[in-house]
């Protein structure tokens, strides 16, 4: 028995002895990293392994010197498996390589794996690319064309005008008015409401283009119908309806222009803008005295429908405000503008008659001076408690006032006389020392006045009444009434 036990006890110290020298402790990884194109040993090589984890073992960096195939070499690489071989250079592309480990009696314990060629990296410069955004300039939503005003380039400091007149179908025409596909344009809105009383050329002229988000064009309902609950029947009145971006539709906003020349020439304007969400109100002011007398034409610019002669002292400015509750029940608006234009003109004339008697020379010369005041101011009082019912009361007063002043002087000669200065003629022949040179000559003279002036006021009030019953279906009740008054 004691001899069995010993000789099981020899048998398993040499099993465990060569199980021991069968299993390695660690390895050692060697390798080689090739240029790809020129096959030559690459330097500068940073070599990670991995673990299947991503957890690193061992970094090294590849060498060449000049003796040895194998360029990197990672130690203490514990036992067999699979790992993850990364390597990396600068201006070559990146490798990860999965290899496996495996130990063999007969081998050192030491792997060497096949040469990894890298490849640079394909870097090619191009031109620079200009990525130009196109914006949607006009869509239709239901029965409202809608124009998206940053999808048109304008110059800076346009105003609106510039920018009506970029808008497709639409018209903007000499004195003001706007047509969209020849239609013409009753009322020109500021987000939602009335601006004015619909007089274009205020806002067309004053009112920054930056500021506009979008440009609707549609039908408008009354507020009567709404009320009354109607349904759109034939045409409606064709507006335009300014919304201006949200920065700009709540607070101040202002627009100032001034200039001055020689010979005391001056040209001067101003537009403010207050938004809350249930008042708006509107200042602005036009003074000049280099006879401005423009208006909005086709393509945006401000152009003269009239030529006029001599020099026109143009002196405007209005108000308008808007208030409304917060139910938009009870909404009220004032509108007061004021123009005043200064006009003078000089001129002069020379003409020859022709007659085989002897021709007729004539100097002429005369002034006109006018001076014209007009005055608008309109209110408007809307309510509509509920559903069925509305009223509105409209009074207004308009006033004008124009006075002429002219005169004319001219004198008919025998002789074409020559003359120092242009005038000298007339100044001499109704002087009381008259030049014997020009009397001599003189057929006739003549000289004359004319004055006028002439004012006009009106105003009155307009009301109108509807009402619903609950009984009625689309029937309903209207009242409607004014007065008017009309004097010198």
Not at 118 to 124: F, G, Q, S
Not at 430 to 453: D, Q, V
């Amino acid at each position: 028995m004691k001899h069995w036990i010993t000789f099981l006890f020899i048998f398993y110290a040499v099993l465990s002895a060569a199980a021991a020298q069968n299993k390695p402790t660690r390895f050692d990884v060697w390798g080689q990293v090739l240029d790809a194109n020129t096959h030559g040993i690459l330097s500068g090589v940073k070599v990670s392994l991995l673990s299947q984890d991503s957890v690193c073992i061992g970094t090294v960096t590849s060498f060449d010197n000049g003796i040895t195939n194998n360029n990197y070499q990672i130690g203490n690489v514990p036992g067999s498996g699979n790992y993850i071989l990364h390597l990396e250079k600068k201006g070559y592309t990146s490798i990860y390589k999965n290899v496996t480990l495996k130990y063999h009696k007969s081998r050192r314990p030491t792997v060497i794996l096949d040469a990894i060629p890298m490849h640079r990296e394909m870097v090619r410069k191009l031109k620079e690319v200009k990525v130009t955004a196109t914006l949607v300039k006009m869509v239709m939503k239901k029965d409202t064309v809608v124009f998206n005003a940053d999808a048109f380039q304008l110059a800076e400091g346009s105003m609106l005008d510039q920018l009506v007149a970029r808008l497709p179908g639409v018209e903007l025409r000499g004195n003001g008015q706007i047509y969209v596909n020849g239609r013409f344009v009753s009322s020109l809105l500021l987000n939602g409401e009335d601006f004015f009383k619909g007089d274009p050329s205020i806002a067309l002229q004053n009112l920054p283009a930056y500021t506009v988000n979008q440009i609707k064009v549609y039908e408008k309902q009354s507020d009567r119908d709404k009320a009354m609950g109607l349904e759109k029947r034939g045409e409606q009145p064709l507006v335009m309806d300014v919304n201006l971006k949200k920065q700009y539709s709540v607070g101040w906003m202002a627009n100032v222009d001034a200039g001055g020349g020689i010979e005391d020439r001056y040209s001067a304007k101003l537009f403010g803008l207050r938004f809350s969400p249930r008042t708006r109100l509107t200042v602005y002011g036009n003074l000049n005295n280099i006879t401005d007398l423009s208006s909005p034409d086709g393509n945006g610019n401000w152009n003269s429908n009239v030529n006029p002669v001599g020099t026109i002292d143009r002196h405007s400015g209005g108000i308008d405000l808007l208030l409304q509750d917060k139910e938009k029940k009870i909404k009220t608006t004032h509108s007061l503008s004021v123009v005043h234009n200064k006009e003078d003109i000089d001129m002069n004339q020379n003409s020859t008659t022709f007659f085989q008697s002897g021709n007729v020379y004539q100097r002429k010369e005369w002034n006109t001076q006018q001076e014209k005041w007009y005055v608008n101011f309109n209110n408007s009082f809307q309510y509509i408690p509920r559903y069925g019912f509305y009223f509105t009361v409209s009074p207004y007063v308009n006033y004008s006032k124009e006075e002429y002043d002219s005169w004319t002087r001219s004198a008919d000669m025998e002789a074409n006389l020559s003359e120092r200065y242009e005038g000298e003629a007339l100044d001499s022949l109704f002087s009381p020392t008259a030049s014997r040179e020009y009397t001599k000559n003189l057929i006739n003279k003549l000289r004359s006045w004319e004055n006028e002036k002439k004012s006009f006021l009106s105003g009155g009030a307009d009301f109108y009444l509807a009402f619903r019953p609950k009984k009625f279906n689309r029937d309903f009740l209207e009242v409607s009434g004014g007065y008017k008054y009309m004097g010198l």
